[in-house]
Structures are given as structure tokens and as C-alpha cells.
């Protein structure tokens, strides 16, 4: 049975292609074989550090992205994960991944991460239920000068249907690895799709060589020849690059079996201190008498933190950290402390130069980890209550005062005219109980809900803590 997206999609091709009008029989079948397998990937970016009283601006967009295993594995372009050790309140992290097939939603989340070819794996959250098949590549590796085509997406006016563009190979890329250049101009949402022969066979996945920033990589562009490319490919990454083929045969059969590791820290923990800073402006400087070219005062000391296990207190002002001087005197310098304290690295002992009560002090402090953050944090999401719930993590309890040992979860999202959102269950709530049941962390809580699925009864009460106050909530399910 043919999918009724690809109808559309396969005559808008043909229609923009007449070179391919003796081959449309050829093509045709070749499109029907394989378009199945190339699907959409919605996805939802964040801030890696939100800032306070909020979870800040999000982004939503869409990659195309490559079915390639039967137990629900996708690959796709890593163009949504940053690079490693940028400024957090200044990165995107993706959130949420979710594929989109006639009418119905699917989750996937991360599992692996290629940063030399910027390629991203997906996994399904449910593959039994998954209608999109895997792709079917064939063994052989591709050949310069061979016809093919690229299967992409067409945009948001056709629901992003599966299309293609017909192309040849250029060349392999010496000293590139095991990749190939192509002939053809390659839109944004081709970036992650399948290659195909005239057969429907899969040959590889579209990728992209991103430019080292340097005279080497304009050197590279133009041996790839198709300068063109670069331009369409600007949107894709965080740097440009051009459009190569990489091959299924010796490479992805082998990325596609095992997932390289989902790496998305530096390769050294960062350090944290655990501390809400203020920058030590001259005017304060002065009025207090503090030496120096600048410092951070301490305007609270986060529980648990390493910045607390040293002796911290509000109103201290860090001058030194490893004997580096703190050269802060604006907001915009703040950047710079944290850099110098994400830069020494978790679990180093460093000598911290303070200022406290007039007088010129060391504390010796050992650098902690940086927690989990709300972004990064585990979710549950329960579709027919319509809410998503997520782990508690260090900055919401901070951002919303919540009392240091309360526990539970807090709700994440709320879907409108949900059953959650009819009872009055709202965002930022830290559910504690279910059922009379206590769920001090995420796991507790999705057996309790376990258990309401099961039973199914005429009302289930939530117990609910939003800001200082608590409140029981019933919820009645229409099941």
C-alpha cells in the first residue's frame, strides 16, 4: 500500500525534475521502496541554564532523519546539539524529540552522538507500535560518477512529506574518511536524509563535512566541488560546511549496530561552586575597602553545594580562585568567573582568596560536578492525564523557593483542556503524592501512576505543593 504522502510528494519531484521523465517508472518504484524510511523530527531546543523565575525561550523545528534499525533507531544530522563547554546561558540543548507520522506522535530520545561526521541516533520510545520501516541498504559501497537519489523533506505547506532529487556522485574525499561529494544543490531538511540507487536501495545517509575554521577548510570546499552547497547548508549547523554521502557500507553498518556514546559534556567535568553572584561594582569596592581588580560577592549559598561544604557565607566576596585574580566588576564579567571555575574542573581542591568582615582571607574548597538541571533532568509523560512530569533538580527548587527538602516531582508541561489542566493542575506544581501514595522521585511516581492505570478509578487525587502552600487535587479521568 502506498503511503498517501508520498503521492504528492513523488509528483512535485517529477514535476521540478523533466531530465528524469524517460526514467519515471524507474524512479517511481525506487521512491516507493524507500521514502517510507525517511521521516520528520520535530524537536524542542532549551537553554542548557535557565535563567531565574523562568525556563526561558525555547526553539522548534525540524530535521529530517533516517529509520535505519527495526527496533525504532534513527539517524539524523547532530546540527540541535552544541558544542562542548560553550556558556550555558547561552546554549540550546534539545529537550524533546518526536517523529510525526499520518496523524500520530512517536518520542525518541538521544542515544548516541558522532561529532566527526555530525550525525545524531535516535531510539523510539515505543518501536512495536512505530509504522515507518527501517531503510534497506544495500552491501556494496557507492561509486563515482553513479546516479542516485537524494531523499529529503518537503516543508510545513506539505506536511513534510518524503521527495527526492536526482544526482550523481562526484568523488570519493581523500583524506576524508569514508565519505563522498555530490553534484546537486542540497536543501536543509535533504541534511539527514537517504541516499538511494535507482533500485531503492540505501547507500548511505546525507550528512555534512563541517568547514574547519581555518584556510584548510576553504581548501576543503573547494575540493569538494560544489561551492554552491555551502550556502544551502548554512542554517543546518553551527558552522558551514557542504553536503557528502555517507556511506552505509564500512561505516554506518557499523555506527548503526553500536551507537558511538552520547557524549554532550566537555571531556573534563566542569567545576561548580554552587553560589548566586553579584559583581563587586566599584562603588561597593570603595564603600567596603576591598583590594584588588574586582570580585564576586556571595548573595546565597545553595544547599548541599561545594560552595556550603567550605564555609561560604552570604556577603563573602571571592577575590582569587587558584590564585587567578577575579577581575569582575559588571554583570556581563560574571561570565568570565564562571568560565575561570568551569575551567579548573570538578573535584580540584583550590585555594579560594576571599574577603570577609574587612579582612583578606584563604578557604580551601573543593569544586563540585555541576547537578543535573531542569533541562537535562528525566521526564515522564502521562498523555491521557495530559501532563509531563519531571525530575526535581537544583535550579527549580531555587528558581521557585522551593523548600530544600521537599520532594516529589514538578509538572513540566500541561496539554490545554487536559484532564490535569480541567482539575487545575498547573505548571511548576510539585506533586508529592498519588493516591495517598508518597513519590519522593520520578521512579515512585510512575509506579504510582502504574498502579492508576491499572485500576482505573472514578477520581485520582493528586497531593500538590505550589509555592508555600499544599492542596489536594482530584482529577476524574474520562477512561
Same mark, same amino acid.
Given at each position: 500500500?502506498?503511503?498517501?504522502?508520498?503521492?504528492?510528494?513523488?509528483?512535485?519531484?517529477?514535476?521540478?525534475?523533466?531530465?528524469?521523465?524517460?526514467?519515471?517508472?524507474?524512479?517511481?518504484?525506487?521512491?516507493?521502496?524507500?521514502?517510507?524510511?525517511?521521516?520528520?523530527?520535530?524537536?524542542?531546543?532549551?537553554?542548557?541554564?535557565?535563567?531565574?523565575?523562568?525556563?526561558?525561550?525555547?526553539?522548534?523545528?525540524?530535521?529530517c532523519?533516517?529509520?535505519?534499525?527495526?527496533?525504532?533507531?534513527i539517524?539524523?544530522?547532530?546540527?540541535?546539539?552544541?558544542?562542548?563547554?560553550?556558556?550555558?546561558?547561552?546554549?540550546?540543548?534539545?529537550?524533546?524529540?518526536?517523529?510525526?507520522?499520518?496523524?500520530?506522535?512517536?518520542?525518541?530520545?538521544?542515544?548516541?552522538?558522532?561529532?566527526?561526521?555530525?550525525?545524531?541516533?535516535?531510539?523510539?520510545?515505543?518501536?512495536?507500535?512505530?509504522?515507518?520501516?527501517?531503510?534497506?541498504?544495500?552491501?556494496?559501497? +557507492?561509486? *563515482? &560518477?553513479e546516479r @542516485?537519489?537524494?531523499?529529503? #523533506?518537503? %516543508?510545513?505547506?506539505h $506536511?513534510? =512529506?518524503?521527495?527526492?532529487t536526482?544526482?550523481?556522485?562526484v568523488?570519493?574525499?581523500?583524506?576524508?574518511?569514508?565519505?563522498?561529494?555530490?553534484?546537486?544543490l542540497?536543501?536543509?531538511?535533504?541534511?539527514?536524509?537517504?541516499?538511494?540507487?535507482?533500485?531503492?536501495?540505501?547507500?548511505?545517509?546525507?550528512?555534512?563535512?563541517?568547514?574547519e575554521?581555518?584556510?584548510?577548510?576553504?581548501?576543503?570546499?573547494?575540493?569538494?566541488?560544489?561551492?554552491?552547497?555551502?550556502?544551502?547548508s548554512?542554517?543546518?549547523?553551527?558552522?558551514?560546511?557542504?553536503?557528502?554521502?555517507?556511506?552505509?557500507?564500512?561505516?554506518?553498518?557499523?555506527?548503526?549496530?553500536?551507537?558511538?556514546?552520547?557524549?554532550?559534556?566537555?571531556?573534563?567535568?566542569?567545576?561548580?561552586?554552587?553560589?548566586?553572584?553579584?559583581?563587586?561594582?566599584?562603588?561597593?569596592?570603595?564603600?567596603?575597602?576591598? +583590594?584588588? *581588580? &574586582?570580585?564576586? @560577592?556571595?548573595?546565597?549559598? #545553595?544547599? %548541599?553545594?561545594?560552595? $556550603?561544604? =567550605?564555609?561560604?557565607?552570604?556577603?563573602?566576596?571571592?577575590?582569587?580562585?587558584?590564585?587567578?585574580?577575579?577581575?569582575?566588576?559588571?554583570?556581563?564579567?560574571?561570565t568570565?568567573?564562571?568560565?575561570?571555575?568551569?575551567?579548573?574542573?570538578?573535584?580540584?581542591?583550590?585555594?579560594?582568596?576571599?574577603?570577609?568582615?574587612?579582612?583578606?582571607?584563604?578557604?580551601?574548597l573543593?569544586?563540585?560536578?555541576?547537578?543535573?538541571?531542569v533541562f537535562?533532568?528525566?521526564?515522564?509523560?502521562?498523555?491521557?492525564?495530559?501532563?509531563?512530569?519531571?525530575?526535581?533538580?537544583?535550579?527549580?527548587?531555587?528558581?521557585?523557593?522551593?523548600?530544600?527538602?521537599?520532594?516529589g516531582?514538578?509538572?513540566?508541561?500541561?496539554?490545554?483542556?487536559?484532564?490535569?489542566?480541567?482539575?487545575?493542575?498547573?505548571?511548576?506544581?510539585?506533586?508529592?503524592?498519588v493516591?495517598?501514595?508518597?513519590?519522593?522521585d520520578?521512579?515512585?511516581?510512575?509506579?504510582?501512576m502504574?498502579q492508576?492505570?491499572?485500576?482505573?478509578?472514578?477520581?485520582?487525587?493528586?497531593?500538590l505543593?505550589?509555592?508555600?502552600?499544599?492542596?489536594?487535587?482530584?482529577?476524574?479521568?474520562?477512561?
Amino acid at each position: 500500500m502506498i503511503n498517501r504522502h508520498l503521492v504528492p510528494a513523488l509528483l512535485l519531484a517529477l514535476a521540478v525534475a523533466p531530465a528524469l521523465a524517460g526514467d519515471e517508472a524507474r524512479i517511481r518504484k525506487a521512491f516507493r521502496k524507500a521514502g517510507p524510511s525517511v521521516v520528520p523530527i520535530h524537536y524542542t531546543l532549551r537553554l542548557l541554564e535557565a535563567p531565574e523565575g523562568g525556563q526561558g525561550n525555547k526553539i522548534e523545528g525540524v530535521l529530517c532523519g533516517v529509520v535505519a534499525g527495526p527496533d525504532g533507531l534513527i539517524v539524523t544530522t547532530a546540527d540541535v546539539f552544541p558544542d562542548a563547554g560553550g556558556d550555558p546561558r547561552q546554549t540550546f540543548m534539545p529537550t524533546r524529540f518526536a517523529i510525526k507520522i499520518a496523524g500520530r506522535e512517536f518520542t525518541a530520545r538521544a542515544v548516541g552522538l558522532d561529532r566527526d561526521r555530525n550525525l545524531a541516533f535516535l531510539k523510539v520510545d515505543n518501536p512495536e507500535s512505530f509504522p515507518a520501516p527501517p531503510a534497506r541498504f544495500a552491501s556494496r559501497s +557507492p561509486r *563515482p &560518477g553513479e546516479r @542516485i537519489l537524494l531523499l529529503g #523533506l518537503l %516543508g510545513e505547506l506539505h $506536511e513534510y =512529506a518524503p521527495t527526492f532529487t536526482e544526482t550523481r556522485i562526484v568523488s570519493s574525499l581523500a583524506g576524508k574518511g569514508q565519505r563522498f561529494a555530490l553534484e546537486a544543490l542540497v536543501q536543509d531538511l535533504t541534511i539527514g536524509g537517504l541516499a538511494v540507487n535507482l533500485k531503492g536501495e540505501g547507500l548511505g545517509i546525507i550528512g555534512e563535512d563541517l568547514l574547519e575554521s581555518s584556510p584548510a577548510g576553504t581548501a576543503a570546499l573547494a575540493a569538494a566541488g560544489n561551492v554552491l552547497s555551502l550556502f544551502s547548508s548554512l542554517s543546518q549547523g553551527q558552522r558551514p560546511g557542504y553536503p557528502v554521502l555517507f556511506p552505509y557500507a564500512g561505516l554506518l553498518d557499523d555506527l548503526i549496530a553500536s551507537p558511538p556514546a552520547l557524549d554532550l559534556d566537555p571531556p573534563e567535568r566542569r567545576g561548580w561552586l554552587g553560589i548566586i553572584m553579584q559583581p563587586l561594582s566599584r562603588d561597593l569596592a570603595d564603600y567596603w575597602q576591598v +583590594p584588588g *581588580p &574586582g570580585g564576586v @560577592i556571595i548573595g546565597s549559598v #545553595l544547599d %548541599g553545594s561545594p560552595a $556550603e561544604e =567550605a564555609g561560604l557565607q552570604v556577603g563573602d566576596i571571592i577575590l582569587e580562585v587558584d590564585d587567578a585574580p577575579v577581575r569582575v566588576r559588571e554583570l556581563r564579567d560574571l561570565t568570565r568567573f564562571r568560565e575561570l571555575v568551569q575551567r579548573v574542573g570538578a573535584g580540584k581542591e583550590v585555594p579560594l582568596a576571599i574577603f570577609r568582615g574587612g579582612e583578606r582571607q584563604i578557604v580551601p574548597l573543593t569544586l563540585g560536578a555541576r547537578p543535573k538541571n531542569v533541562f537535562l533532568a528525566e521526564q515522564q509523560e502521562e498523555s491521557e492525564f495530559g501532563l509531563t512530569v519531571k525530575e526535581l533538580t537544583f535550579d527549580f527548587v531555587q528558581a521557585t523557593n522551593t523548600p530544600s527538602d521537599v520532594t516529589g516531582v514538578f509538572v513540566a508541561e500541561i496539554e490545554n483542556a487536559g484532564w490535569a489542566d480541567v482539575a487545575g493542575i498547573r505548571v511548576n506544581d510539585v506533586i508529592t503524592a498519588v493516591q495517598g501514595q508518597n513519590v519522593d522521585d520520578l521512579q515512585e511516581f510512575r509506579l504510582a501512576m502504574e498502579q492508576v492505570h491499572e485500576q482505573q478509578p472514578e477520581n485520582v487525587v493528586f497531593f500538590l505543593r505550589r509555592g508555600m502552600r499544599t492542596r489536594f487535587v482530584p482529577v476524574s479521568p474520562d477512561w
